[in-house]
């Protein structure tokens, strides 16, 4: 705590206001023109509308209160933690607690605001209750809350704003990554289906494939959190298919059963109830022997004498949309719906004969999800940092320590990186030299001079940050993160050789990225392939000198400074490394001709490429 804020008790400061519900059995009480709050309508910072709203007899009626626009509310039962401003004068049930400035309290509401949200992890600590968690009037009156000068609140309020801006845009960009990742795999899981129908496979209704087993209704009284055996429930999928841990949620069976609901491993089952929206007709392949028990909203698909079975393809053909679309078209029941197996017989699916076509569909299909999954992982990974993030700024701004916290929120959005996108850009220009017969160029130097010049030229941000080395412009630890992703998710990578340089090596994963790369930078291929044009036929010098120039020319409009070829080659050379001066300077005056003929000249819109700093070695000892 900074020395002169002084604390006190937050019910010295503020006025905590109660609410309450009125009758439901007066239908009179409800749908008039006061909008009602309850824990479900605090969704993000500002509240501004609300699920249900009451008349003036409900409220009359009842222990609820309006709050004024523009005060805190908080929870203090059921989502403990929660706090929003209003944006409209709203009255709230017992849940909920307004929270207002007392007259001459000097408190700014965003402060106060900001102090609660920073408070969460303490209020979530101090909830009791055996079902329903809360916390008494008593404890909310005692938290502690810094005082600085109103100036000095504002100021951090403003600070605070901007740093949250800046996450909330962090966190838009990751949520809006991974929705594309898991369109991009539909689109190929659309398409592998598509291409089987040109050849072998036909579509067949599932009534002539496979039979569906309905799960046995254990007893709730014999579940238990721990045991041998688990019971499989719609949470155990996940929307687009596929098995979903519950850790800490998953429940077992105390009590016999029929041993023919015990299942094996690779047993393929299907959710018939949506307990979340998109799950109906969801699959998963049983992990594991002996372990999980066949639930009764759960489908046993079992293949019919005579048909080629592989549990996996059928997997993915139940993710077709035209089958998705088909039972939700035909399910039942208005809040949950649920389909049959009927209903599903009725469905059809691509088919052939052939179980070397069907694997080799589903290992391509497996070789995708696999990396859909990475992605999944890695944006969950910084979303959650984001969260992280956001709490760790807040306990700073009223510990003192907001300075600091600005330097975490830089780090935390640097760390939103773009690997993926990076190792989809390499994969796609080394396919491109591999079509020339080009590909022994291609290693480190051309991979960077790849990523700088799509990022000058095709208009791709790809989150680097460039210094001026010895083989051009270069962001070497950017480099080292699209390796490490490229690796673990079986794409490609750089092997070192005896002689010196790097051999760029593609894996398992290799083609499919490329295809997702296609897809992913569909709208800027065309500038891509005038690059590739350029770039292909080069050797690594000459690929260096040409990337140099271009970001020393785009450097020189940045500076405002005099711009002739002249000044272009001596910062491009001279000015740029040392090593630049073993190159001929008639290169650069080649790579600059080449740039005006191509017309791709800078205009001052890529990225500044800064002096790398002495602290700093050099990236490249070869190509």
Partial sequence: MIAGWKQVPLGDVVDIIGGGTPSKKTAAFYGGDIPWATVRDMGGFNLTNTEHSITSKGLANSSSNVIPSGEVIVATRVGLGKVCILRQDTAINQDLRGLVPQRGSELDRRFLFYWFRSKADEVVAAGTGATVQGVKLPFIKSLLIPLPLLEEQRRIVAVLDEAFEGLDRARINAEANLQNARELFESFREHAFEVALEGDFNWRPLSELIEIKHGFAFKSAAFVDEGQYA??????????????????????????????????????????????PGLLGSTIVVPQDEKYLHNQRLGLITPRQDVTWLASFFAYAFNLKSLRKGLSDTCSGATVRHTSPKRILAEAIPYAHDIEQMREISERLSAHDHMLQQAVKGYNDKLADLDDLRQSILQKAFSGGLAVSKQYLA????????????????????????????????GHVKAQKVLNLSEALCSIDLGREPIQDRAGPNDKAHLEAMEEWAEANQVFKFRKRPSGGYTFEPLANFDATVREAQATFSEQMSQFNVLMELLVPMDTEDAEVFATVHAAWNNLII???????E????????????????????????AIALIKNESIEPDGSAKYVHPKPQSQTDMFAGA
């Fill in 411 to 442: 780090l935390g959005l640097a760390a939103n990186d773009n690997s993926q996108r990076s190792a989809q850009i390499v994969a796609l220009a080394y396919s491109r030299h591999l079509s020339a017969d080009n590909q022994k160029t291609f």
């Fill in 567 to 590: 000044a272009i080659v001596a910062a491009a050379r001279e000015d740029w490394h040392e090593d630049k001066l073993k190159i001929v300077r008639q290169k650069f005056f080649d």
């Fill in 559 to 565: 500076d405002d400074a005099e711009i002739n070829n």
């Fill in 231 to 276: 019971v499989l429930t719609p949470g155990n999928f996940y929307e687009q298919g596929g098995f979903r841990e519950r850790v800490g949620k998953q429940r077992y069976y105390s009590a016999e059963f029929p041993e023919e609901f015990l299942l094996k491993k690779g047993d393929l089952l299907v959710a018939m109830t949506e307990q979340a």
